[in-house]
T-cell receptor, first 111, second 117 residues
Framework: GENVEQHPSTLSVQEGDSAVIKCTYS??????FPWYKQELGKRPQLIID?????GEKKDQRIAVTLNKTAKHFSLHITETQPEDSAVYFC??????????FGAGTTVTVRA | GAVVSQHPSRVICKSGTSVKIECRSL??????MFWYRQFPKKSLMLMAT?????????EQGVEKDKFLINHASLTLSTLTVTSAHPEDSSFYIC?????????????FGAGTRLSVL
């Protein structure tokens, strides 16, 4: 089955700086890669996703890049704000089927 | 759109009793729903895939007789933890995908925190 590895497990950044989280996946058939943000005790919220037919996608301060050859994808958050503090999960799947999640990255934005 | 409601949000029960958790898609039809378990500061662990009108598909190591899943309609899936024990205490989260779109996006419920005494 699919194996998704996520790094780093924790990330502390100064407000205004950028944050980068990296994930690798094992199944070359995976074609859908979402990123979820989860605040303590809350539901995971989809913040951005990318499909295998594109290499990069951006939504305001958030961007995701995908390298299918190397089987890795990354989340980039620019101009971080205190409200960006949360746990971020990457995931991979074949569209319409189950997601395999990474272990999560706890992001702390220091004011 | 794409709202998933999960109830109850929190439940405390005695050891040996059964607990039912409901997952509803409020504004869309969901042929497929997923049930996850999440331990503190850990990732989401898929327990089973729930398919409307058919038997659920359980992940390896998940006891199907302990975690009963019923998906009787296109908007409702239920997870029943039977004969609950303290080790079943956890955060259970469901998700649903919109039928017919092929988009594969999973929309999550708010989760149920189960505490077994």
């Amino acid at each position: 089955g699919e194996n998704v590895e996520q790094h780093p497990s924790t990330l502390s950044v100064q407000e205004g700086d950028s944050a980068v989280i990296k994930c690798t996946y094992s199944d070359s058939a995976s074609n859908y890669f979402p990123w979820y943000k989860q605040e303590l005790g809350k539901r995971p919220q989809l913040i951005i996703d990318i499909r295998s037919n594109v290499g990069e996608k951006k939504d305001q301060r958030i961007a995701v890049t995908l390298n299918k050859t190397a089987k890795h994808f990354s989340l980039h958050i620019t101009e971080t704000q205190p409200e960006d503090s949360a746990v971020y999960f990457c995931a991979a799947s074949t569209t319409g089927y189950k997601l395999s999640f990474g272990a999560g990255t706890t992001v702390t934005v220091r004011a | 759109g794409a709202v998933v409601s999960q109830h109850p949000s929190r439940v405390i029960c005695k050891s040996g009793t059964s607990v039912k958790i409901e997952c509803r898609s409020l504004d869309f039809q969901a042929t497929t729903m997923f049930w996850y378990r999440q331990f503190p500061k850990k990732s989401l662990m898929l327990m089973a895939t729930s398919n409307e009108g058919s038997k659920a598909t359980y992940e390896q190591g998940v006891e199907k007789d302990k975690f009963l899943i019923n998906h009787a309609s296109l908007t409702l899936s239920t997870l029943t933890v039977t004969s609950a024990h303290p080790e079943d205490s956890s955060f259970y989260i469901c998700s649903a995908t919109r039928t017919g779109t092929g988009e594969g996006i999973q929309y999550f419920g708010a989760g149920t925190r189960l505490s077994v005494l």
